[in-house]
T-cell receptor, first 113, second 115 residues
Framework: DTAVSQTPKYLVTQMGNDKSIKCEQN?????MYWYKQDSKKFLKIMFS???????INETVPNRFSPKSPDKAHLNLHINSLELGDSAVYFC????????????FGPGTRLTVT | SQQGEEDPQALSIQEGENATMNCSYK?????LQWYRQNSGRGLVHLIL?????REKHSGRLRVTLDTSKKSSSLLITASRAADTASYFC???????????????FGQGTILTVHP
């Protein structure tokens, strides 16, 4: 069974469009994250939610809006896409307490043309 | 600027050899984690070492941590072709509050193991 899943796996879209990426985890974790990995493989945290509450927001343009309908889901909506948004976006989850290792989804490769 | 830096950026070895990767970080930490990323895949957690530990083993992996130098190393012994991947260190801040879970990743070491 997939622990952390993301859809879609690939997303190709034009500048100015709005798109969403969905993430679900079946690990029973309390905390979920969005990361962005650029073309140089640098991985940077964008957001973190704990029990549906936003706890980390890392100076991300407000065109990016995360939404957590419940603690098993964390979606990322991006408005007015720009060329610089092209990257691989990873969802991850972890327990709020106890062992802090994170479990990552397979990634969504976003290409903005 | 990036918090973590890894050295070397790329490492190419033969099967059976050992691979050593180094990581430096800048802030105080609660733990230091290592992850592997196969091409086109998500990151997989390998091993975690807490700030009060100096060395940890897991199978063919050995991790060391020197908090005075803010550095860590990952040793993979008797490497296999299947170990070919990118390896990332991630600094974990002290637990609690808004910093919990905010891992700061290094840029990674690309390891290639030739059969």
């Amino acid at each position: 069974d997939t622990a952390v899943s993301q859809t879609p796996k690939y997303l190709v879209t034009q500048m100015g469009n709005d798109k969403s990426i969905k993430c679900e985890q079946n690990l029973g974790h309390d905390t979920m994250y969005w990361y962005k990995q650029d073309s140089k493989k640098f991985l940077k945290i964008m957001f973190s939610y704990n029990n549906k509450e936003l706890i980390i927001n890392e100076t991300v343009p407000n065109r990016f809006s995360p939404k957590s309908p419940d603690k098993a889901h964390l979606n990322l909506h991006i408005n007015s896409l720009e060329l610089g948004d092209s990257a691989v976006y990873f969802c991850a989850s972890s327990q709020a307490s106890g062992s802090p290792e994170q479990y990552f989804g397979p990634g969504t490769r976003l290409t903005v043309t | 600027s990036q918090q973590g830096e890894e050295d070397p950026q790329a490492l190419s070895i033969q099967e059976g050899e050992n691979a050593t990767m180094n990581c430096s970080y800048k802030t105080s930490i609660n733990n230091l984690q290592w992850y592997r990323q196969n091409s086109g895949r998500g990151l997989v957690h390998l091993i975690l070492i807490r700030s009060n530990e100096r060395e940890k083993h897991s199978g063919r992996l050995r991790v060391t941590l020197d908090t005075s130098k803010k550095s860590s190393s990952l040793l993979i012994t008797a490497s296999r072709a299947a170990d070919t991947a990118s390896y990332f260190c991630a600094a974990g801040p002290n637990a609690g509050g808004t910093s919990y879970g905010k891992l700061t990743f290094g840029q990674g070491t690309i390891l290639t193991v030739h059969p």
